[in-house]
């Protein structure tokens, strides 16, 4: 096949005012979002908050909402045809088909996307997800992590260029599911953009170059996992100390955000996107506690994970107007 | 330097590339969907044969064992044709008529209940393909029971070839217009009782009054005319014309009314596919 020039658009889906309602309730609300070629975007929200109905929206799942969805500059409804031959979906709720093998299952959904997957292909597809000596067994006796497994092949038999994975790690276990990010890299490293979805906030904290809070339909923030860290997320310092003698430093510390959290115990809270070793507050209390001459025991440090920080965004949705959001 | 949050530079140089390669051929292979489904659709019920293709020949073979050996020494005759060939048509008709329908609103809804339906409902298929290979399964079903219980029969000593295209005619038309209605019902359909509902209080008993067993001229009146507003009875006799030379209504009209019959039905499991009414929502 000729050499055909690399797609030039900024965005590879681009979501505009998308809204789908169901009577009164709205479950996407006016959401505008883009996704960029080659990165792994999670889109994080409590159950019921709109997630999967957005990427409905997107996959054809869903249909007769406003707004539009263009995928690689298709639209979503009238060029339906092709734009869903470029999206895969690994569904949230776990399916299978009780009168076929997991390679005619496989065999068969390639086939709807018009591939023909020869039996190696298949097999080999099969093997990277630990499912080939299932390969001719009925998908009604496969465990419920092989059958989000086999969810996943299906997902992966026409090569999508983005590929949505709606909770995909839902009831599979530990090892897997480092398996599974594993692969889902090292896709992305061959040009797949990924959209995920997952409970397992860490994950999302490991994997995501950008991160989506979705809440009550409305699409509350998007931004780079890191901006989201530096903006909402913070640091801490905790220090041991070798006598009782925390609440003196901190009185006598007043420019630093010091918390007490026992006699000889010292939190010093400072912002996430600084490093501790280049971070002023850190090098002060430090450069203090050493000229009072007070004996420092330990040192440790830690910083909010996502988790935390979605707490808040979706605190701060919850509180109204004006108050503060519960911390 | 790259802004926070861009993908790797070499995971972006690749994405580009596979997107433009993909999209230069993401219309390829059109045919080949409809077909896989056409073909997955005949695998489900044939790997199950014993329960749709041979139960439903046996028990439409009963029927004529008891009606066309013990009843037909009884009648001798209806409009000058031997009662067991007489009979052969309309229970052919019986079981066509109730598996093309079974077959596309029970393949259609499983797939609901189960959510396999998802994998279809994501996939390239256009809304024409997605209701012609489903009905097309349905329609091979339906005329491989219809088509075995006409050769039993004939292999029973039953005569029945008078018009054989004709007779294919109807048995194609009618079993097209019940799988069809099975797309429709499977739509809306929300638990399997709603499925049901259409063959046990109207399918069967208006195909149980169209004349399988009998001709309207046996019937009193009113109900001889009460009958001629029944649809299944022209598709009865449009089969029985074909198979046996007899038939209690113009033949045309049965042909009319069957093309009216697809159009209507067919028009609005394509509308329902189309909007996405229950199956996209």
């Excluded at chain 1, 869903?62 to 734009?83: L, M, N, P, S």
């Excluded at chain 1, 398996?179 to 890299?185: F, G, I, N």
Aim: hydrophobic share 50%; proline share 4%; glycine share 10%.
């Amino acid at each position: 096949m000729a050499k055909v020039k690399p797609y030039a658009g900024e965005t590879l889906v681009d979501v505009v005012g998308v809204t789908k309602r169901y009577g009164d309730l709205r479950a996407v609300d006016d959401v505008s979002m883009g996704i960029r070629p080659g990165e792994i975007f999670a889109l994080l929200g409590p159950n019921g908050a709109g997630k999967t109905t957005l990427i409905g929206c997107v996959t054809g799942l869903i249909t007769g909402f406003e707004g539009a969805v263009k995928i690689a500059g298709f639209d979503a409804v009238e060029d339906y045809q092709i734009t869903r031959r470029l999206v895969g979906l690994v569904p949230q709720e776990l399916n299978y088909d009780a009168f076929f093998t997991a390679r005619q299952c496989l065999e068969f959904q390639a086939g709807y996307f018009g591939v023909k997957m020869s039996r190696e292909e298949i097999d080999e597809l099969l093997d990277q997800f630990s499912l080939l000596e299932k390969a001719d067994a009925n998908t009604r006796w496969l465990s419920g992590g092989m059958k989000r497994r086999l969810m996943i092949c299906k997902a992966l038999v026409h090569d999508p260029v983005l590929l949505f994975l709606d909770e995909p790690t839902a009831g599979v276990d530990v090892d897997l599911r480092d398996e599974l990010w594993e692969y889902v890299e090292a896709l992305r490293d061959r040009g797949t953009t990924i959209v995920l979805t997952t409970h397992y906030l860490e994950e999302a904290e490991k994997l995501a170059d950008r991160v989506g809070i979705i809440n009550r339909g409305r699409l509350l923030r998007v931004d780079a996992r890191e901006a989201l860290m530096e903006e909402f997320g913070h640091r801490h310092v905790d220090v041991r100390l070798g006598a009782p003698v925390a609440s003196r430093v901190a009185e006598e510390n007043r420019g630093l955000r010091l918390e007490v959290l026992g006699e000889d115990r010292l939190r010093l809270h400072t912002r996430s996107g600084e490093e501790v070793e280049g971070d002023p507050a850190v090098q002060r209390l430090m450069k203090g506690l050493v000229e009072a001459g007070e004996e420092i025991l330990e040192v440790s440090g830690g910083r909010s994970s996502l988790e935390e920080i979605f707490r808040k965004v979706l605190n701060e949705d919850r509180a109204p107007e004006g108050a503060e959001g519960v911390p | 330097m790259r802004p926070a949050g861009a993908p790797p530079e070499s995971a972006e140089a690749a994405a580009r590339q596979k997107i433009a390669e993909l999209t230069a051929r993401a219309d390829e292979g059109r045919l080949l969907g409809a077909w896989t489904l056409f073909h997955k659709e005949i695998l489900r019920f044939w790997r199950i044969a014993g329960q749709t293709v041979v139960s439903p020949v046996i028990t439409t073979m009963l029927y004529f064992l008891v009606f066309g050996y013990s009843l037909g020494d009884r009648l001798q005759t209806i409009q000058g044709v031997p009662y067991v060939d007489f009979l052969v048509p309309g229970l052919v008709m019986l079981a066509l008529i109730a598996n093309a329908y079974i077959n596309s609103a029970f393949s259609l809804f499983i797939s609901k209940i189960h959510g396999t339906i998802v994998d279809l409902l994501v996939t390239p298929l256009s809304y024409l393909q997605f209701l012609t290979a489903f009905v097309a399964a349905a329609v091979v079903r339906a005329m491989l029971i219809g088509g075995i219980i006409w050769v039993v029969a004939m292999l029973m000593g039953a005569s029945a070839w008078h018009n054989v295209p004709i007779a294919l005619l109807f048995m194609v038309l009618t079993a097209l217009a019940f799988a069809f209605i099975g797309v429709v019902i499977a739509i809306l359909g929300e638990d399997f009782d709603h499925i049901n509902l259409l063959p046990n209080f109207l399918i069967t008993p208006l195909t149980f009054l169209g004349g399988v067993f009998y001709s309207i001229e046996m019937l009193p009146e009113p109900w001889d005319t009460v009958s001629l507003f029944n649809p299944v009875l022209y598709m009865v006799n449009g089969v029985r014309y074909g198979m046996v030379g007899v038939t209690d209504v113009p033949v045309w009209q049965g042909v009319v009314l069957l093309v009216g019959m697809n159009v209507v039905f067919g028009g609005v499991a394509l509308w329902l596919l189309w909007t996405g009414r229950k199956l996209r929502e």
